[in-house]
T-cell receptor, first 110, second 116 residues
Framework: QKEVEQNSGPLSVPEGAIASLNCTYS??????FFWYRQYSGKSPELIMF????GDKEDGRFTAQLNKASQYVSLLIRDSQPSDSATYLC??????????FGTGTSLTVIP | NAGVTQTPKFRILKIGQSMTLQCTQD?????MYWYRQDPGMGLKLIYY???????DKGEVPNGYNVSRSTTEDFPLRLELAAPSQTSVYFC???????????????FGPGTRLTVT
């Protein structure tokens, strides 16, 4: 059973702070990694994807991948109340299936 | 592009009834997926398809069936609905799978199903 694990939270950060979300995965053969944001009652929305070790930055978001340690993280800089949502980590091992974590609930306090 | 669309948005079924959840994508993606999401839980894969005419089971296929006659459409059929099938159902699509650009999934808005 392939596993993707996330701390369910809730994680609370003050507005303007950095939010750090972590995800670990069990399959060493995993090839691609995704972060989705899901507002309550809405569908998952892709924020970032990363394939190579290291950092990938997109605006206020940075994804970090460490394949040797089997973890991927998402940093949100200058957190805004609109960032309050559940963040889902997803992993694809190169075949047909994607595996999702249960999500981390983030609350940004004004 | 409309992306991934799903109908209906909401549905209430009685135990034993059947229904089809519709999913259409206009991005010419090869891969399509059906997930269910229970409260406070992650997404569980029900079925997926790698192209027209090709489908396969995911993690939780029991009680469901699918077909893929065209690239665009991937309907999910519930036979003999049970309360355990109360959930939110999401359809998703991706161009590819693997380690390269294009294998990110895009999700439809979801169908909220209650079985009573």
């Amino acid at each position: 059973q392939k596993e993707v694990e996330q701390n369910s939270g809730p994680l609370s950060v003050p507005e303007g702070a950095i939010a750090s979300l972590n995800c670990t995965y069990s399959d060493r053969g995993s090839q691609s990694f995704f972060w989705y944001r899901q507002y309550s009652g809405k569908s998952p929305e892709l924020i970032m994807f990363i394939y190579s070790n290291g950092d990938k930055e997109d605006g206020r978001f940075t994804a970090q991948l460490n394949k040797a340690s089997q973890y991927v993280s998402l940093l949100i800089r200058d957190s805004q109340p609109s960032d309050s949502a559940t963040y889902l980590c997803a992993v694809n091992e190169g075949r047909n299936q994607f595996y999702f974590g249960t999500g981390t609930s983030l609350t940004v306090i004004p | 592009n409309a992306g991934v669309t799903q109908t209906p948005k909401f549905r209430i079924l009685k135990i034993g009834q059947s229904m089809t959840l519709q999913c259409t994508q206009d991005m010419n993606h090869n891969y399509m997926y059906w997930y269910r999401q229970d409260p406070g839980m992650g997404l569980k894969l029900i079925y997926y398809s790698v192209g027209a005419g090709i489908t396969d089971k995911g993690e939780v296929p029991n009680g469901y069936n699918v077909s893929r006659s065209t690239t665009e459409d991937f309907p999910l059929r519930l036979e003999l609905a049970a309360p355990s099938q109360t959930s939110v159902y999401f359809c998703a699509s991706s161009r590819n799978v693997g380690g390269g650009l294009g294998n990110e999934q895009y999700f439809g808005p979801g169908t909220r199903l209650t079985v009573t």
